[in-house]
């Protein structure tokens, strides 16, 4: 059994898919604004926001439970509207040897998709997939849709 694993998910949105990559790739400091129940805090813990090498402290909750993760922005490609973050320290750590989050806007005819393609390696074969974080972002990228919508 592989412990390396890959999750992709997409979701339809009806924001233009510019505007969801800059809130993730440039404002990522506005989430706990959108999110603040789902997303309470997102700390700067050096670089500068929105580039590349910044390291970002995420305070997140899944079902009613509070998570951290520190991420390193690996890479951001705007004409791709893609953001690549590696886990560098945080709760997914004490499940995953590795854990990479890649968040890209695809403009596909007249329809914006967010893709979420999780990377990892399992520390053991007992850990599970990350099935509950695909739901969870799932959601975000709902949330947030409706609310660039209405902005």
Not at 41 to 59: A, N, Q, Y
């Amino acid at each position: 059994m592989s412990l390396v694993g890959k999750l992709t998910t997409e979701v339809l949105m009806v924001a233009p898919h510019h505007e969801f990559h800059g809130v993730w790739a440039k404002r990522p400091h506005h989430i706990p604004n959108v999110f603040p129940a789902k997303i309470p805090k997102m700390h700067l813990h050096g670089g500068d926001w929105g580039t590349v090498g910044s390291i970002v402290e995420c305070h997140y909750v899944i079902d009613g439970k509070d998570h951290v993760a520190k991420n390193v922005v690996e890479a951001i490609n705007e004409e791709n509207k893609t953001i690549t973050y590696k886990v560098v320290e945080g709760d997914l750590l004490k499940e995953y040897k590795s854990f990479k989050v890649i968040i890209q806007s695809v403009l596909k005819g007249e329809a914006t998709w967010v893709c979420w393609t999780f990377e990892y390696e399992k520390l053991n074969k007992n850990i599970h997939h990350p099935i509950k974080l695909v739901e969870y972002v799932i959601h975000l990228s709902e949330e947030l849709d409706d609310h660039l919508v209405q902005t």
